[in-house]
């Protein structure tokens, strides 16, 4: 069974950085890209990057050039979505997600997903 | 890059059908077959719902069905049912070799 299970509720201050990690299941992590989405309150899906353990590669929304990394840790499974000078802004629930695909272009299974709160 | 456009809502009664579109652009909708819409409950994650145009995932009701023509692609729900009230949201491939979703769209169920 595919399960993507993420970290626990974050709050931070602005300016601050978050990292959020992704644990995926046997054979999921080694196969499949992995993909990070995020939801502010209230407000639609967007897209933030992914990453391809399998040859280290992630791509990223321009959006975010600059202020994201998203690494992966063949070891243990496990994907992370760091954001650096966060701002109000960044208050959403971020998900984890498989890519599949010939591309990883669409996502069959999703994390629980991850509240990011940044508040002074 | 702008996030593909959807309208706000879309309602319909019990059996009926509702389709809702996404344009895009000849960089994302229009270059690939590959895109996909989700569904998502209040409070859930986004379920995939169709992947590249018009495939549906082992599960999906075959009340579900997408289709694409140029820039602009459709799903359409028939047989409407009150389980399918949510946000539904689509994405696409992009030539920049990313991802790009819909601003999403409201089915209400009368």
């Not at chain 1, 502010?40 to 994201?68: C, D, H, S």
């Not at chain 1, 998900?95 to 940044?118: E, H, I, S």
């Not at chain 2, 994650?45 to 069905?65: C, H, Q």
Request: charged residues 15%; neutral net charge; proline residues 5%.
């Amino acid at each position: 069974q595919v399960q993507l299970v993420q970290s626990g509720a974050e709050v931070k201050k602005p300016g601050s950085s978050v990292k959020v990690s992704c644990k995926a299941s046997v054979g999921t992590f080694n196969t499949y890209a992995i993909n990070w989405v995020r939801q502010a309150p209230g407000q639609g899906l967007e897209w933030m990057g992914v990453i391809i353990p399998i040859i280290n590669t992630a791509i990223y929304a321009q959006k975010f050039q600059g202020r994201i990394t998203i690494t992966a840790d063949e070891s243990t499974s496990t994907a992370y979505m760091e954001l650096s000078s966060l701002r109000s802004e960044d208050t959403a629930v971020y998900y984890c997600a498989r890519g599949n695909g010939a591309v990883a272009d669409f996502f069959d299974y999703w994390g629980q997903g991850t509240l990011v709160t940044v508040s002074s | 890059q702008s996030a593909l456009t959807q309208p706000p809502s879309v309602s319909g009664s019990p059996g009926q059908s509702v389709t809702i579109s996404c344009t895009g652009t000849s960089s994302d909708v229009g270059s690939y077959d590959r895109v996909s819409w989700y569904q998502q409950p209040p409070g859930t994650a986004p379920k995939l719902m169709i992947y590249e145009v018009s495939n549906r995932p082992s599960g999906v009701p075959d009340r579900f069905s997408g289709s694409k023509s140029g820039n602009t692609a459709s799903l359409t729900i028939s047989g409407l049912q009150a389980e399918d009230e949510g946000d539904y949201y689509c994405s696409s491939y992009t030539t920049s070799s990313t991802v790009i979703f819909g601003g999403g769209t409201k089915l209400t169920v009368l």
